[in-house]
């Protein structure tokens, strides 16, 4: 059984978390700081990341902390990221896409017009990893680790209504959002592969785990029943980050391989690799929905230009 102690040292790695200040995320920057990672965290809120640095720091003597504001819901504020890091670092060694956004109530907007989750949990980790590509492809045996959920497998991508406009139903954008991020993390490796780039791209997901995710969209009488469901469901954040933490740090990852718990239906257990969704794993739609992440985001990703594996033959 794979547990965090199993970590290699990460002395000398530099490691990006997104959504660093609770649930996944802190349990993910706690495990690589112990192992002596400078690990960013990229926080919306930086009082918040601040406090919580200053926490890990009490807890992990001599742990290196540093905290960069990143609003995942404003693409500049991704480009205001990315420009500080990268006058900052010379090289970046694994960037998480950690951060995520889940079922409001109401069709809310990012500050570019995109569908909440879709513009959170994946259009703006699509730019912000074009826009340090250069950097990790500088990292020392560099890492991209994609967050998605169990929860992609029941998603669609609806290019007729990619910002649920006509329609919104807070699970399915939610679920389309989580399979956009499936279906960037294995096109991602597509590229890197055939551009024979030192970088990978690997996936995970942490079954259902009990993280501050879990306390919204639901409310009510049916609310209170479906969060105690879930609390005895679930396993606990300690567990539901091992995939992911596997999946940055194990010797042997390959790109392309996704990472789960190996219990009923992925709900819960120890790491183990795992298949995506057959229509995260079709090129006609992964190329389709490359396209339209560049269009909408402005963002290309340089060093791949010219490298289009997700074109199907003719």
Same mark, same amino acid.
Do not use: C
């Given at each position: 059984? /794979?547990?965090?102690?199993?970590i290699?040292?990460?002395?000398g790695?530099?490691?990006?978390?997104? +959504?660093?200040?609770?649930?996944?995320? @802190?349990?993910?920057? $706690?495990?690589?700081?112990r192992? +002596?990672?400078?690990?960013?965290?990229?926080v919306?809120?930086?009082?918040? %990341?601040?406090a919580?640095?200053e926490?890990?720091?009490?807890?992990?003597? &001599?742990?290196?902390?540093?905290?960069?504001?990143?609003d995942?819901?404003?693409?500049?504020?991704?480009?205001? *990221?990315?420009?500080?890091?990268?006058?900052?670092?010379?090289?970046?060694?694994?960037?998480?896409n950690?951060? =995520?956004?889940?079922?409001?109530p109401?069709?809310?907007?990012?500050e570019?017009?995109f569908?909440?989750q879709? %513009?959170?949990?994946?259009?703006?980790?699509?730019?912000?990893t074009?826009?340090?590509?250069?950097?990790?492809?500088?990292?020392?045996?560099?890492?991209?680790?994609?967050?998605?959920?169990?929860?992609? @497998?029941?998603?669609?991508?609806?290019?007729?209504?990619?910002?649920?406009?006509?329609?919104?139903?807070?699970?399915?954008?939610?679920?389309?959002? @989580?399979?956009?991020?499936?279906?960037?993390?294995?096109?991602?490796?597509?590229?890197?592969?055939?551009?024979?780039?030192?970088?990978?791209?690997?996936?995970?997901?942490?079954?259902?785990?009990?993280?501050?995710?879990?306390?919204?969209?639901?409310?009510? *009488? *049916? &609310?209170?029943?479906? @969060?105690?469901?879930?609390?005895?469901?679930a396993?606990?954040?300690?567990? !539901?980050v091992?995939p992911?933490?596997?999946a940055?740090?194990?010797? &042997?990852?390959?790109?392309?391989q996704?990472? &789960?718990?190996? =219990?009923?239906r992925?709900?819960? +257990?120890?790491v183990?690799?795992?298949?995506?969704?057959p229509?995260?794993?079709?090129?006609?739609?992964a190329?389709?929905? /490359?396209?339209?992440?560049? $269009?909408?985001?402005?963002?290309?990703?340089?060093?791949?230009? =010219?490298?289009?594996? !997700?074109?199907t033959?003719?």
């Amino acid at each position: 059984m /794979w547990i965090a102690d199993n970590i290699p040292d990460m002395t000398g790695k530099v490691v990006i978390v997104t +959504g660093a200040t609770a649930g996944l995320g @802190k349990a993910t920057t $706690q495990a690589l700081a112990r192992k +002596g990672a400078t690990v960013i965290l990229a926080v919306r809120n930086p009082a918040r %990341g601040q406090a919580v640095a200053e926490a890990m720091k009490q807890e992990i003597p &001599g742990a290196d902390l540093r905290v960069q504001q990143l609003d995942l819901a404003s693409l500049a504020s991704v480009e205001t *990221f990315a420009r500080q890091i990268t006058s900052a670092y010379t090289a970046i060694d694994i960037l998480i896409n950690n951060a =995520g956004i889940m079922h409001p109530p109401s069709l809310l907007k990012t500050e570019d017009g995109f569908e909440l989750q879709l %513009g959170s949990n994946y259009l703006s980790h699509y730019a912000l990893t074009g826009r340090l590509l250069d950097l990790l492809e500088k990292g020392h045996q560099p890492r991209v680790v994609t967050v998605t959920s169990l929860q992609h @497998k029941s998603g669609h991508i609806n290019f007729e209504d990619l910002m649920s406009e006509k329609e919104y139903q807070p699970h399915r954008a939610y679920n389309q959002s @989580k399979l956009a991020n499936a279906i960037f993390g294995i096109e991602l490796d597509r590229r890197l592969r055939a551009a024979n780039s030192p970088l990978i791209s690997v996936l995970a997901h942490p079954g259902i785990s009990y993280t501050n995710l879990m306390a919204v969209g639901y409310t009510g *009488f *049916f &609310g209170s029943i479906m @969060k105690r469901l879930n609390a005895a469901t679930a396993q606990p954040v300690e567990r !539901g980050v091992l995939p992911q933490l596997y999946a940055a740090t194990a010797p &042997g990852v390959q790109g392309g391989q996704f990472f &789960g718990p190996d =219990g009923f239906r992925e709900i819960r +257990g120890n790491v183990t690799e795992v298949q995506a969704a057959p229509e995260a794993h079709d090129p006609a739609i992964a190329r389709r929905l /490359w396209d339209i992440s560049e $269009q909408l985001t402005g963002v290309a990703f340089h060093s791949l230009d =010219g490298v289009s594996p !997700g074109k199907t033959e003719s």
